[in-house]
């Protein structure tokens, strides 16, 4: 177990819709960094949040948005849904957003039917 | 752009033979080097990894070295054991807050 947790586990829900997926970092983290890993592909860097605050962005969609909260919890929202957003959406947390180890959640599997 | 390539994709050994897999990135400002470990539909963990001001790692059976000048670094499994077996990624810090991975290498080890 990393310290770090995803909501929900897996999700499954229609071309067009919207969804948030959650996570929230290992106690003493500042910084999430969201991935998006499409069935036997690599991870796909989309965006980091440093002490609620965007620090790097990376191939993300304009469709897709996140934020980091106060309590530094992340909310990474995926809206207009098509089917090639199916994927293992990972987010990872370290301490200082930059050289840090990176500490993977369990993952949220999205199927977009 | 940044990119790391990595080789091979697939990766066969016998149980007790050793494993090397190859990364190659392009930021020259590239200073930390980490390798991650995935097991189907798990999450990826961290197995080892290397900053620019070292040439070689060891863990176990683990090691990992980095030359800067031909900007690759090399993950090496010795004694390999079936519970080896998972996708590997190899991974550069860009130095933009951000870090690319490589595609990733699917490591069986044979019984």
């Known amino acids: 177990d990393s310290g770090v947790t995803q909501t929900p586990k897996h999700l499954i829900t229609a071309t067009g819709q919207r969804v948030t997926l959650r996570c929230s970092p290992r106690?003493?983290?500042?910084?999430v960094y969201w991935y998006q890993q499409s069935l036997d592909q690599g991870l796909q860097f989309l965006i980091q949040?440093?002490?609620?605050?965007?620090?790097a962005k990376g191939n993300i969609l304009e469709r897709f948005s996140a934020q980091q909260f106060p309590d530094l919890h992340s909310e990474l929202n995926l809206s207009s849904l098509e089917l090639g957003d199916s994927a293992l959406y990972f987010c990872a947390s370290g301490n200082s957003g930059a050289t840090d180890t990176q500490y993977f959640g369990p993952g949220t599997r999205l199927t977009v039917l | 752009g940044e990119n790391v390539e990595q080789h091979p994709s697939t990766l066969s050994v016998q149980e007790g033979d050793s494993a090397v897999i190859k990364c190659t990135y392009s930021d020259s400002a590239s200073n930390y080097f980490p390798w991650y470990k995935q097991e189907l539909g798990k999450r990826p963990q961290l197995i080892i990894d290397?900053?620019?001001?070292?040439g070689e790692k060891k863990d176990q059976r683990i090691a990992v070295t980095l030359n800067k000048t031909a900007k690759h670094f090399s993950l090496h499994i010795t004694e390999t054991q079936p519970e080896d077996s998972a996708v590997y990624f190899c991974a550069a810090y860009a130095g933009t807050y951000k870090y690319i991975f490589g595609t990733g290498t699917r490591l069986k080890v044979l019984a």
């Open positions: 949040y440093y002490n609620g605050e965007e620090r």
């Open positions: 290397i900053r620019s001001n070292v």
């Open positions: 106690s003493g983290d500042l910084s």
